[in-house]
C-alpha cells in the first residue's frame, strides 16, 4: 500500500484532505508543522508528500530538499492559498513534483497524487533495475574458490577502479567476458554504456563501420549516419573480444584512438572524440604474435598495461563441483524440472575430464544432461562419451616418482624442512622469487613438517 503524507497546519483541511486520499485506498500519515513532518519522514517510508508552503515553524518550499534529503525517491507536491511564480519556480528547482493553490485546484490532487506515485513507481523500478545488473555482472558472479582464480578475481578487483587498459587473456571459454562485465561494474564508469564486440565475428570492412561508425553516403547503403561502438562506449567502457583476430590496417586505427581519443567515421572530414576504458581479450599469446608481425608490437603494449590471465578449467579442478550445481541450478529453472545436486559418481568423471572447452563446454554438458535426465539426477548416459570414458588425470600430490614434477615437489619439501618452514629463505636457496615458491607448496600440495 502507498503511503501519503500530508504535512499542513490547518487541522480541517488536513482531515478533509486525509479521507479523500484514504478513499482511494492508500496509507495517511499527518503532520502540523515542518518539525513533526521531519520526524515522520524518519520513522516511516512515505511515498508522496503533500506539504502546505507555509508552515508555523517553517517553509514548504525550503522543505522540499529536507525530505528529498530523508528519501530521495520522495514525490512533493506543495500546496499554497496564494500561488506566485518565483515561488512555484523555486520550488521545482528543490525538487518539488508540483506547485498548486488550495481550493481553486482541489480537483487537481488527486490525479495529480496519482501521477507523482507513478514516476515514485518507476525511479523504484529502476533502481531496482540497476541492483539487478550490478548483482549479475558483480565479482560475486565468478564462482569457485580455487586459488588460480581468486588471485584473477584480486587482479581485477584492484584495476577496476582505474582507467587502466586491461588485457585479459586465457583459453576460449574460461569467463573473459564475465570478468569483463564486473571490471566495468566496478569502475567508476559503470553508470554508462559497456559495449562488447568480438573482432573475429566480421570481415575487415565490415569490422571497420561497427567500430568507427559512418556518415550518411559513405559508401553504397550507407543510407544514414551510424554511430560506431567506440563512439556508443563514451563515457563507458569498450570489450573487444578476440582482439587478436583484428586486421593489421585496423590495428593502426585502433592504437591512433587509443592515444588521442579521436577518430574518424568513414566518410566523414572531421574528427569525433570518445572517452572510453578499453578491456581487450585474447585466446592467442599476442606477445608472440607481436614478434611474429601478426600483430602490432605497439599496440600490444598499449593494450598491455594491465594483463589478467584467466585459468583454465582443467587448472582449478576443484570448482568443478560449485559450478556445475550452479548449472545445474540455473537450467533446472530454465526447464521447470527439479534436480538433485551433482551425484560423486557424475563429479568424478567430471574432475577427471581435461575440459578442453572450458566453463562454456561445462555449461553445454549440464544444459544436455538436463534435458536427456529423467527422475531428479543427471544420469550418467547423459553425459557426452569422452566424459563417460574419461580417466583419472594425475594429480598434484599423486606424481609419478620418475616425472621432474616429483623431483622437484621432494626438493622443495626438503629444504622447507631445512630452513624449519621459512618460506623467504627457502626461497633463497632454491634460487626462485617468493611468490614461485608459494605458487608451488600450493601446486604440489606440499606440507610444512617442521617440529
Not at 518539488?96 to 490532487?109: E, L, R, T
Not at 547503403?221 to 563512439?231: H, N, P, S, Y
Not at 563441483?321 to 521447470?336: A, P, R, Y
Not at 534435458?371 to 606424481?399: H, M, V
Request: charged residues 30%; contains cysteine; neutral net charge.
Amino acid at each position: 500500500m502507498k503511503t501519503i503524507l500530508v504535512i499542513d497546519d490547518e487541522e480541517k483541511l488536513r482531515s478533509l484532505l486525509a479521507r479523500i486520499i484514504r478513499a482511494e485506498g492508500f496509507k495517511v500519515l499527518e503532520a502540523a508543522d515542518c518539525k513533526s513532518g521531519l520526524k515522520t519522514l524518519e520513522q516511516n517510508e512515505v511515498d508522496t508528500v503533500l506539504c502546505d508552503v507555509k508552515l508555523p515553524d517553517g517553509n514548504g518550499i525550503d522543505m522540499v530538499s529536507k525530505i528529498k534529503a530523508l528519501q530521495p525517491l520522495t514525490e512533493v507536491i506543495l500546496l499554497t492559498a496564494y500561488g506566485n511564480i518565483a515561488d512555484g519556480v523555486q520550488a521545482m528547482k528543490n525538487g518539488a513534483f508540483d506547485y498548486i493553490v488550495k481550493g481553486d485546484d482541489n480537483d487537481k490532487i488527486i490525479p495529480l497524487l496519482h501521477r507523482a506515485l507513478e514516476k515514485v513507481s518507476l525511479q523504484q523500478r529502476v533502481i531496482q533495475l540497476e541492483k539487478r545488473v550490478e548483482d549479475k555482472y558483480s565479482f560475486q558472479t565468478v564462482l569457485g574458490k580455487s586459488k588460480p582464480i581468486q588471485d584473477a578475481v584480486l587482479l581485477a578487483q584492484k584495476v577496476a577502479p582505474t582507467n587502466a587498459a586491461v588485457l585479459l587473456t586465457g583459453e576460449t571459454g574460461t569467463g573473459k567476458e564475465v570478468f569483463a562485465q564486473a571490471i566495468h561494474q566496478a569502475s567508476t564508469r559503470s553508470a554508462k554504456n559497456f559495449v562488447a564486440l568480438n573482432c573475429s565475428t566480421f570481415g575487415r570492412e565490415i569490422l571497420e563501420s561497427e567500430l568507427f561508425g559512418y556518415k550518411q553516403g559513405a559508401f553504397t547503403g550507407a543510407l544514414k549516419d551510424k554511430k560506431g561502438q567506440i563512439e556508443e562506449a563514451n563515457g563507458g567502457t569498450l570489450f573487444l573480444d578476440e582482439i587478436g583476430e583484428m586486421p593489421l590496417e585496423l590495428q593502426a586505427k585502433l592504437l591512433r584512438v587509443l592515444e588521442t581519443n579521436e577518430f574518424i567515421k568513414l566518410g566523414d572530414t572531421k574528427p569525433t572524440r570518445s572517452d572510453f576504458r578499453l578491456i581487450a581479450a585474447t585466446n592467442r599469446e599476442l606477445k608472440t604474435e607481436s614478434e611474429e608481425k601478426r600483430f602490432r608490437s605497439d599496440l600490444y603494449f598499449r593494450l598491455n598495461v594491465f594483463q589478467i590471465k584467466l585459468p583454465a578449467l582443467r587448472e582449478r579442478i576443484k570448482d568443478v563441483e560449485v559450478l556445475t550445481n550452479h548449472f545445474i541450478q540455473h537450467f533446472s529453472v530454465k526447464t521447470n524440472r527439479k534436480f538433485n545436486p551433482v551425484s560423486s559418481g557424475i563429479l568424478d568423471k567430471f574432475e577427471d575430464y581435461s575440459w578442453p572447452g572450458n566453463i562454456r563446454e561445462l555449461k553445454n554438458v549440464i544444459e544436455r544432461a538436463v534435458i536427456i535426465s529423467n527422475g531428479f539426477d543427471l544420469s550418467l548416459d547423459s553425459l557426452p562419451f569422452e566424459i563417460q570414458e574419461a580417466q583419472p588425470a594425475q594429480k598434484a600430490g599423486q606424481l609419478s616418482a620418475f616425472s621432474m614434477q616429483s623431483v622437484e615437489k621432494l626438493h622443495i619439501q626438503k629444504v622447507l624442512n631445512y630452513t624449519k618452514g621459512n618460506k623467504a629463505e627457502t626461497a633463497r636457496l632454491l634460487e626462485i622469487g617468493i611468490a614461485t615458491l608459494y605458487r608451488k607448496i600450493d601446486e604440489y600440495e606440499i606440507q610444512l613438517n617442521v617440529n
